[in-house]
């Protein structure tokens, strides 16, 4: 089992950027797939970004494509979240993902369903 804990959010001006974390409990974090979502007020969850176990694959919403970049520290049990760019569309909590097992292809990072693991979220709120 995995406990994540999400830091870095906060309020930035559009055009800005954050970069968020996720902390990662247990020794066997680089075995976890991870993901990071959001959710925006009356809205259902929806992905953001995603990358496999080792790193080498990652996976983007056309919304975000471009301005955000996902990158992992397994020897710190980290994930991050670079966001460049950002619009008052990109406003919500944003929360970090992870499993394990067999995950390929966009469909299968890209569903919320496929997470078992889950942080408390990190408010991001931009400011036009």
């Known amino acids: 089992q995995v406990q994540l804990v999400e830091s870095g959010g906060g309020l930035v001006q559009a055009g800005g950027s954050l970069s968020l974390s996720c902390a990662a409990s247990?020794?066997?974090?680089?075995?976890?797939?991870m993901g990071w979502f959001r959710q925006a007020p009356g809205k259902e969850r929806a992905f953001v970004a995603a990358i496999n176990w080792s790193g080498d694959s990652t996976y983007y919403a056309d919304s975000v494509k471009g301005r955000f970049t996902i990158s992992r520290d397994n020897a710190k049990n980290t994930v991050l979240l670079q966001m460049n760019s950002l619009k008052p569309e990109d406003t919500a909590v944003y929360y970090c993902?992870?499993?394990?097992?067999?995950?390929?292809?966009?469909?299968?990072?890209?569903?919320?369903?496929?997470?078992?693991?889950w942080g408390q979220g990190t408010q991001v709120t931009v400011s036009s």
């Open positions: 247990g020794r066997t974090f680089s075995m976890y797939f």
């Open positions: 993902a992870a499993n394990v097992g067999d995950c390929s292809g966009y469909g299968c990072y890209a569903s919320v369903y496929r997470y078992n693991y």
